[in-house]
T-cell receptor
Framework: GAVVSQHPSRVICKSGTSVKIECRSL??????MFWYRQFPKQSLMLMAT?????????EQGVEKDKFLINHASLTLSTLTVTSAHPEDSSFYIC?????????????FGPGTRLTVT | GQNIDQPTEMTATEGAIVQINCTYQ??????LFWYQQHAGEAPTFLSY????GLEEKGRFSSFLSRSKGYSYLLLKELQMKDSASYLC????????????????FGTGTRLLVSP
């Protein structure tokens, strides 16, 4: 149990365009979802956290107008990278937890490799 | 500030035992996690420590000393498939009402297991 999927797994887009990444919890209800970014050989950095039906909470230094997060249901969250630039190229990983089930467990999706040309 | 230190890289041979250390300095502490991450994949959960002491789970054990800001992950009977990055992460903050929690990750230790 506790599977998180992401789509797409890889995406290449041109500079200036927008790209949407979906994160789904397949067999549990994700009361809280997290979006991370990981640059090569670096650590995972939390970008934002969202609760279903609420606005996302962004970490310091993350532009909320550039990285749009929508947590529309208990099984789906989307991250839209708007007006993408080459420096946005990274590995984006979502994570989800059901606060009603566990005091700490957080399940990670397989990640999305974004390349902006 | 937030600081989590791990060795960058370690090597070991199949069948051996390896210990990966992690030291941390964070503004808060609500538990420490170890994750395994293969290249290009998402992290998978290995262990969680919130109290001092050793947690054992099969070939993997994790130790925590909160007073020293120190943890280690012990891998026994190493297998080739254990070649991966191992991430230490501290739960800096948690809200039990909203589900919000912040994990601060170290840069990871790349473990290479050779035959």
């Amino acid at each position: 149990g506790a599977v998180v999927s992401q789509h797409p797994s890889r995406v290449i887009c041109k500079s200036g365009t927008s790209v949407k990444i979906e994160c789904r919890s397949l067999d549990f209800q994700a009361t809280t979802m997290f979006w991370y970014r990981q640059f090569p050989k670096q650590s995972l950095m939390l970008m934002a956290t969202s609760n279903e039906g609420s606005k996302a909470t962004y970490e310091q230094g993350v532009e909320k107008d550039k990285f749009l997060i929508n947590h529309a249901s208990l099984t789906l969250s989307t991250l839209t990278v708007t007006s993408a630039h080459p420096e946005d190229s990274s590995f984006y990983i979502c994570s989800a937890r059901d606060v009603r089930r566990s005091s700490y467990e957080q399940y990670f999706g397989p990640g999305t490799r974004l390349t902006v040309t | 500030g937030q600081n989590i230190d791990q060795p960058t890289e370690m090597t070991a041979t199949e069948g051996a035992i390896v210990q990966i250390n992690c030291t941390y300095q964070t503004s808060g502490f609500n538990g420490l996690f170890w994750y395994q991450q293969h290249a290009g994949e998402a992290p998978t959960f290995l262990s969680y420590n919130v109290l001092d002491g050793l947690e054992e789970k099969g070939r993997f054990s994790s130790f925590l000393s909160r007073s020293k800001g120190y943890s280690y992950l012990l891998l026994k009977e190493l297998q080739m498939k254990d070649s991966a990055s191992y991430l230490c992460a501290v739960r800096d903050y948690v809200s039990r009402d909203t589900g919000f929690q912040k994990l601060v990750f170290g840069t990871g230790t790349r473990l290479l297991v050779s035959p």
